[in-house]
């Protein structure tokens, strides 16, 4: 069953980076050749030096450098952080609307259903990524089941009255938006209506499993966990519904 915990994100600096919408990529396994080279060439900081990057050891020093530097800075409070892609299909204007957390992989409560076969050599990257930046560099996309939409009826209710961090198209049109979700009574409502429920991965399940197995090698190494935000949880966005505009 899912406990969603609040963290303390890195993000990047839109004063450092001007517009953020040319820093972001696509997932790691979205991106062609074509695209890798066009973001490399839009901006020296864009995260496809980190996520598509064959060589783990640069893509961690990227990371590191962009930190020191202040490119990349960490939000002072804990926050489960609001997303929403707004975006056309067969010409009706949709809304995606859900939030990122950390779920624990050693809740013993934790169920997570996959439907997709985990493929060794995806594994391997993925897992020589998080060896090098020991970060969570992208999302485990997961669904869950809230027939009466209370935690849809939470989000939009914050969104609607709160400026976002963030707000961009990307290169396909879609309108993102990100939010910081610290009110503390939202939080752990939102958590309460969660308990429970099981998690179903969409997409992302090299990604997951790849957190379980650096999670195993991390306690073989007797490593201990320094904040809430370590390699026993994983980043998962999960989205509440399809919402459909009205005129």
């Known amino acids: ?3 969603v915990y609040p963290f303390k994100g890195y993000r990047y600096d839109s004063n450092r980076v001007g517009q ?14 074509s695209l890798r080279e ?5 901006h020296p900081n864009n995260f496809v030096r980190v996520i598509k990057n064959p060589n783990y050891e640069e893509a961690a020093g990227f990371m590191a450098e962009w930190i020191d ?5 960490r939000d002072s409070e804990q926050a489960l952080y609001v997303y929403e892609q707004v975006f056309s299909f067969e010409d009706e204007e949709l ?10 992989l050693e809740d013993e409560d934790l169920v997570v259903r996959g439907h997709e076969r985990v493929l060794d050599r995806p594994l391997e990257d993925r897992l020589n990524l998080i ?6 560099e992208g999302l485990v996309f997961t669904l ?12 939009r209710e914050y969104s609607e009255r709160s400026d976002p961090v963030y707000e961009f198209e990307d290169d396909f049109g879609v309108l993102n938006r990100l939010w910081m979700l610290d009110a503390a009574d939202h939080t752990e409502a939102i958590r309460e209506i969660l308990k429970g429920k099981a998690l179903y991965i969409a997409d992302g399940h090299h990604r997951f499993r790849t957190s379980e197995v650096f999670h195993e090698e991390c306690q073989k190494k007797g490593w201990r966990c320094a904040t809430p935000e370590s390699f026993d949880k994983r980043l998962v966005p999960l ?3 399809y919402y459909r505009f009205t005129p």
């Open 144 to 155: 869950y089941s809230d027939t009466e939409l209370k935690v849809d009826a939470l989000l």
């Open 239 to 241: 989205p509440e519904v």
């Open 69 to 73: 530097s202040g490119v990349l800075v």
């Open 1 to 3: 069953m899912a406990t």
């Open 38 to 42: 066009e973001n490399l060439q839009r």
């Open 20 to 33: 953020v919408r040319d820093v972001v990529t696509q997932p790691y396994d979205k991106i062609p050749d």
């Open 131 to 136: 060896r090098h930046t020991h970060a969570n």
């Open 95 to 104: 809304s995606r609307l859900g939030f990122i957390g950390l779920v624990s």
